[in-house]
């Protein structure tokens, strides 16, 4: 108890000091919440772009490729073209 009103003292003494380091962490967290979610939009739009252009969202097998993948277990083109 003693700690806590020695430390509540020495806030209130350094008030300026106080006011300016809480101002500074909270602007940082702020600054890291900004950039998380930028990263995380970013990643997002990434993976969509990926999925889109290359793999697509849904992939078709045969029944079983899914228990044991292998390359040669592939559905094979119908016809010519």
């Keep these: 108890m003693m700690l806590l009103k020695m430390a509540f003292r020495n806030l209130f003494r350094q008030r300026r000091r106080s006011l300016l380091t809480g101002l500074s962490m909270g602007g940082g967290y702020m ?21 889109r252009d290359r793999v ?7 029944m079983d490729y899914r228990a044991t993948p292998k390359a040669h277990r592939v559905i094979k083109k119908y016809g010519t073209a």
Excluded: A, K, P
């Design 56 to 62: 697509g969202h849904i992939q078709i097998h045969q």
């Design 31 to 51: 600054l890291f919440v900004f950039s998380m979610s930028l990263l995380e939009g970013s990643w997002g739009n990434l993976v969509d772009i990926f999925t």
